[in-house]
DNA sequence: AGCCAGGTGTACA
DNA sequence: TGTACACATGGC
């Protein structure tokens, strides 16, 4: 059975494809020759997907199993949560035009999706990694987090992850994850998210019902996330269209490349940003993380 | 050698 | 509310 994905109106390929092979310690998604490789667990069984474009769609096969027909969708529809296919960026782009920076943003970047999180618990615990380190040792440690606790399918002599769930992290220590380097910190707020996923209820539909505040308030309960964890989920995951980490790093460098700044942005010049721009916020911020990768 | 990386909680005033 | 400090490691 074969599975596609009719592209949407503003969609490249290629600058999606850029962003996912930003870094080739990546272990949860593989990019070889234009196509694009991922391990899904779908009704409970490990898929083994491959994207490739074509024309105005996107041709997904699926590498280890005959898929039904249940199966195909849920694919599709994992595809366009994860690549964020069913927006449209019109609104994005018509806003873009008034401002200088940001036209620019889109002009060389068109098409390019926010490449995001379906799964909660991954996108919290990534970020949590992520927190103050560099963003190479942070897939440095995720790698060898993935590669030790995470589920893997081995196809043609390649080993593919699943990250790891909040079941079987919820039963680890914070020893064992100081072995693969987290801070002491880091492994407590880790297992810290496992247990609100499992006996506290934290749920990615509640925080989609919760609205943004709410869900922010919901996230910064748990010890470990503060504004930016908070924000980088909400952005990334639930897709609060004006959620954005203010505080990042990136954001800041990007910033003040973009706008030939001789020092980074205040506080309250981020401020303002977040609230010119509004519901473009999440979608300004990705475009500008990309304007940090090389070949623009 | 020392500072900075896709920050956060805690300890103090 | 505001500021100092530890935290893990690696690159420059």
Redesign the pocket.
Known sequence: MSITIKTPKEFSFKECYRFLD?SDKECLHDVKDSKVYKLLTIQGQLLLIEIEHSKDILLINCLNKRVNKSEKTAIIEYVNEWWDLEVSLAPFYKFCKSDPMLKKLVKNHRGLRMIGFPDLFECLVW??I?????????Y?IKQRFVEKYGTSLEHKGQKYYLFPDANAVSQLTVEAL?EL???????N?TINVANAILLDGLDKNKLVKLGYDEAKNEL?K?????????D?ALM?CIRYPNAI?L????L??ALKEQLKMST?PTKAALIKFGTEWGTHNGYICFYL?RSLLKDN
């Not at 992520?130 to 942070?138: C, D």
């Not at 380097?181 to 492994?187: H, N």
């Not at 505080?247 to 990136?250: H, I, K, L, W, Y």
């Open positions: 930003r970020a949590i992520g927190q103050q380190i560099n963003l190479n040792f942070a440095s100081k380097k987290f801070s002491r910190q880091k492994a707020y910064k748990i010890k470990g996330i503060g504004d930016w964890t908070a980088y990334k980490p505080g990042d790093v990136g800041h460098n980074k993380w």
